[in-house]
């Protein structure tokens, strides 16, 4: 069974700290994507990483796709408010027919 | 212009009610999914649809039917509600090309089971 593992589970810090997002699997995965979802709304895509060792940025958030394509992770830069969500990140089944998620990271920046 | 679009927003019931959520999706994606988010906000894939036909069924109940007029919709019907069924569903869409392709979500339908 493919599972997609997400740490911290919870992170609550100031506005202008930095952050790591982590996504873990023992499966490997053709690709990765990371969305962020705020309350009452469905989650919104920010990116997707394909190849492994592969580094992507928006803005001050900084997506990495690990070598051996089983990990991901998410680093945001000086948070801001704004950041606050629900952090996914999801992964294609082995068929390809669909998305498994992890089970999120909810960030909560205070200013 | 809202893209995929989900109603109603909130749905309360009683138990062993039927009830049904409609989605609608102007993107002109071939895919269309159901997903429930439990109390824990994971995200759970139930139903695939390609091109109104059926590609996916996780394991759901078949009190769940989904059905698919046409590409643009995909309404899930829920029979005999049970209090496990409280929940967020969300609609999503896609148009594949290589691989799984992004997914654009509604806003979710909160559905409470009294």
């Known amino acids: 069974t493919q599972l997609l593992e997400q740490s911290p589970q919870f992170l609550s810090i100031q506005e202008g700290e930095n952050l790591t997002v982590y996504c873990n699997s023992s499966s490997v995965f053709s690709s990765l994507q990371w969305y962020r979802q705020e309350p009452g709304e469905g989650p919104v895509l920010l990116v997707t990483v394909v190849t492994g060792g592969e580094v992507k940025k928006l803005k001050r958030l900084t997506f990495q796709f690990g070598d051996a394509r089983k990990d991901s992770s998410l680093h945001i830069t000086a948070a801001q408010p704004g950041d606050t969500g629900l952090y996914l990140c999801?992964?294609?089944?082995?068929?390809?027919?669909?998305?498994?998620f992890g089970k999120g990271t909810t960030l909560s920046v205070s200013s | 212009d809202t893209a995929v679009s989900q109603t109603p927003k909130y749905l309360v019931t009683q138990m062993g009610n039927d009830k049904s959520i409609k989605c609608e999706q102007n993107l002109g994606h071939d895919t269309m999914y159901w997903y429930k988010q439990d109390s824990k906000k994971f995200l759970k894939i139930m139903f695939s649809?390609?091109?109104?036909?059926?590609?996916i069924n996780e394991t759901v109940p078949n009190r769940f039917s989904p059905k698919s007029p046409d590409k643009a919709h995909l309404n899930l019907h829920i029979n005999s509600l049970e209090l496990g069924d409280s929940a967020v569903y969300f609609c999503?869409?896609?148009?594949?090309?290589?691989?799984?392709?992004?997914?654009?979500f509604g806003d979710g339908t909160r559905l409470s089971i009294l």
């Open positions: 999503a869409s896609s148009q594949p090309g290589q691989g799984i392709a992004a997914q654009h």
């Open positions: 999801a992964g294609e089944n082995q068929a390809g027919t669909a998305l498994i």
């Open positions: 649809y390609n091109n109104k036909e059926l590609i």
